[in-house]
């Protein structure tokens, strides 16, 4: 176990609000106080600093890795590149990371990185010189591996980061013939993913979707079943938020508000969040878009507009007590890791509200990962094996029906039909079970017990309880 080094003058509250969370949830189950103790503490925390060359001088580097639990190897959780983190943080996403999985039903303990630096302040060369040293500083620690602990994209890395971690490791380790299963997250060139990109925004617009199919769900708090019609705000157009609004207004929903650091726009009769994108990609705002009806310059006033759900997908701590009572929505899903405190969860629920906890709502992401590194042991993308078999028997059954029914199909008709299905498919097919199974688990979950009061409460439950069982099968509880 690495040491664990916690600075005296640093925030301590994300983590300990996970942990009230836990504590909380913990005594809707009947596990031994020393077993809930193990699942709740992180096992290993990796403080380190680094110095890199920056113009004609050096600067040094604080990071962390958090090996949050061990009841699944390897662990997982993504990098997050930001000026904003600190230990505390890296420790709690580490921990939501290992309830995230136990969720779907990944098998995977969690983990969290972070590297403290604004990206924006480096030439790619500098961030490249950080995201390798960085992985030196994991592997030398054994911190990474396809079998130890396994990166990913987070806020302020993506795929370019991840190609870097993914060279740096096969570099430490030659011969090794899973190096590329050290990280996920890549390109698809460097044996990453298809739909890997789009996968946590999805996941997120499928968890929104889930809760609004549910009548009796619907019908307590006053809205109509279906995700058709429904107005819907996001906060962040990045790479959650962008595809997290993509996602549902394809699924029906009016997109009728988005949000970012520099400001909102709100429009009741919907907004083309393709051509926002656009937009902001032009001017470097969201503001200005001619498309919208009403525009605010402080970010969070955006979110207290008219609305049915409100999609934060930017960074913790944006939905608190000073501001709940103003949001209009009737549910949040939250997109972002910690985006509403649990003073303001409480009053929103107490007001009538669903929560789709982010636990939950974001585990697109970590769910995809996993199909990639599956993909990178077994080192054969999905489909290859099957996919011409599955279209030559397709193709079999329909001329047989044809040749019995006499009814021939259009070629539009029998392309549908035929096709065998791509990586793509069946990744986001994957996906969208595991939301829909998870969700409908947690619901049950919640409606079985009557003192659990929040999804967020049973979505613990439900973890704790399968990580339990995988400690008891590792013989470490009776």
């Not at 029906?252 to 429009?267: D, F, Q, T």
């Not at 044809?402 to 065998?420: F, H, Y």
Request: with cysteine; charged share 20%.
């Amino acid at each position: 176990m690495a040491n664990i080094l916690i600075a005296d003058n640093q925030e301590t509250h994300f983590f300990n609000d996970v942990c009230n969370n836990f504590d909380y949830a913990a005594q809707f189950t009947k596990h031994d106080a020393g077993l809930l103790d193990q699942i709740k503490s992180c096992n290993s925390v990796y403080r380190f600093r680094f110095p890199i060359r920056k113009g004609n001088g050096f600067e040094v580097i604080d990071a962390w890795r958090v090996e949050h639990s061990h009841h699944q190897s390897p662990t997982k959780g993504g990098i997050r590149y930001s000026e904003m983190v600190n230990e505390d943080e890296v420790m709690a996403l580490a921990a939501l990371m290992t309830y995230k999985c136990a969720i779907v039903n990944v098998p995977f303990g969690g983990a969290k990185g972070g590297i403290k630096i604004n990206p924006k302040n480096y030439t790619i060369q500098e961030l490249e010189n950080i995201t390798r040293r960085y992985t030196v500083e994991l592997t030398k620690k054994n911190f990474l591996g396809p079998s130890i602990d396994v990166p990913a994209p987070d806020y302020g890395s993506g795929e370019r980061e991840m190609s870097w971690i993914a060279d740096t490791y096969a570099t430490m380790n030659p011969g090794q013939g899973d190096a590329l299963g050290c990280v996920t997250g890549k390109p698809i060139a460097l044996h990453g993913i298809a739909g890997r990109r789009e996968a946590t925004g999805r996941g997120v617009a499928i968890a929104v979707r889930e809760c609004v199919n549910v009548g009796e769900d619907m019908q307590r708090i006053g809205l109509m079943p279906g995700i058709s019609g429904k107005r819907i705000i996001v906060q962040g157009l990045g790479n959650v938020g962008y595809h997290s609004a993509k996602f549902l207004a394809e699924f029906g929903g009016i997109i009728v508000g988005l949000c970012e650091y520099e400001g909102a726009i709100y429009n009741a009769d919907g907004l083309d969040v393709e051509a926002v994108f656009q937009h902001r990609k032009e001017t470097g705002s969201i503001l200005g878009y001619p498309g919208a009806a009403q525009e605010f310059k402080n970010s969070k006033e955006g979110l207290e507009q008219p609305c049915d759900i409100l999609v934060p997908a930017a960074l913790e701590n944006q939905i608190t007590a000073d501001n709940v009572r103003n949001i209009q929505a009737k549910i949040i899903a939250e997109g972002a890791n910690g985006p509403t405190t649990p003073e303001a969860e409480a009053i929103f629920y107490e007001n009538g509200g669903i929560i789709i906890p982010d636990m939950y709502a974001n585990a697109g992401g970590v769910t995809v990962s996993y199909f990639e590194w599956l993909k990178n042991l077994s080192h054969v993308s999905f489909g290859r094996m099957n996919r011409r078999f599955e279209e030559n028997s397709n193709l079999n059954l329909v001329n047989m029906v044809e040749g019995i029914t006499g009814v021939a199909l259009t070629p539009m008709q029998r392309s549908t039909i035929i096709k065998g299905a791509s990586e793509l498919e069946l990744v986001n097919s994957g996906l969208e079970d595991t939301m829909i199974r998870s969700y409908h688990e947690i619901r049950e979950t919640f409606v079985n017990n009557p003192k659990i009061d929040t999804l967020r409460t049973a979505a613990f439950v439900g973890a704790i309880n399968k990580i339990a069982v995988s400690y008891m099968n590792l013989g470490i509880w009776p």
